[in-house]
């Protein structure tokens, strides 16, 4: 019987030491830690933190944005030279559709042809020039073209745009 109680002990101060001790411990340290965050003023104002996030916005906003008047004519034509310097030539301008337009972004479809390296450079350096917005999404196309009896395959890359207006 006193083997019993004795080894009732045992087993309580080992189960004390090895998983009572540790969530005590972990338990204080808690309470600690939650009186000392309740004591501190307002530890989520960090304006190094502010002003990081608001540089970081601006520079996100800037790909986006370019002036929607001069979309049309401005910006189109410099990414008809950007994309002229890779071979490739810009072959639809379609006409403005309302479709593509949401309260805060203008979205603007363009068609570009030439030679699949070729197109991937044009977008690549499309994608890295500032303040021609932002491509939204790009479409491959292979185009048969029938002149005679002769059918002509063209690689066409249709580039949807995405300007802050």
Known sequence: MYLLWLGTGILLLLSYRFAFKNMIEAWQTNRQLKERLTQSSDLGYQPDYLERKDKNLGKIIGLYKADTTAFRSQIINAIALIVEKQNVKLTTVPIEDVSFHTPDFLIEKLAFEGDYFSLNKAMRE???????????????????????SDENKQLVLELYFEVVK
């Open 126 to 148: 499309l994608q890295v020039t500032p303040n021609i917005g932002v491509i939204r999404s790009a479409t491959w196309k292979v185009v048969g073209i029938r002149s005679g």
